[in-house]
């Protein structure tokens, strides 16, 4: 980084800054059902550098709100930290090249039988940068009615639960800590600050 990098990064706005270093090998050291594990050799700061991340394909995530403001959150058993947590209706991006919106408009009626006539982007999170590439696309989601499918669910998608719950109500819950989703907690926290 140069000194007028540096400076930049000290007084200008606050916002990430992409800075993608020389990458000198890549490969996939483990192969997933759902994520792959890749390991890098790059170059930064006059030295290659090897890490290993979860390559991940990306995903949406829906905050959907009804006429009455509030907000959809469902409950889903999530293995790897074994609990039934509160999240948003959520995918991953399935499809090489495939649409956020589109995905998310798919993941809304895949997991609680319902569609929006009006979106708009709320806020992108990238889930863990030091460890994954993942970046989930958030949308809001209003006008929102039946679908004109119901899906059949499996897995762990079976037994979802869906709840409106107020935005105020969820915001507390995560004020709390009765709720630990990053995604639902990032949602409802910029949701709440948007007005």
Known sequence: MT???????????????PDPAEVVASERVFDGRVWDVRRDTFRFGGQDVVRDYVDHTGAVAVLARDDEGRVLV???YRHAIR??????PAGLLDVEGEDPLEAAKR????????VASDWSPLIEVATSPGGSDEVIHVFEARGVSAAPDEFVRTEEEAEI???WVPLAEAVEAALAGRIRNSILLVAVLAAHARG
């Open 161 to 163: 639960v869906l709840r």
């Open 83 to 88: 609990t039934r947590d509160w999240e948003l």
């Open 74 to 76: 469902i409950n889903q």
């Open 107 to 114: 993941e809304l009626a895949e997991e609680a039988d319902l």
């Open 3 to 17: 000194p007028a990098e540096r400076d930049a990064l000290l007084t200008g706005p606050l916002a990430d800054l």
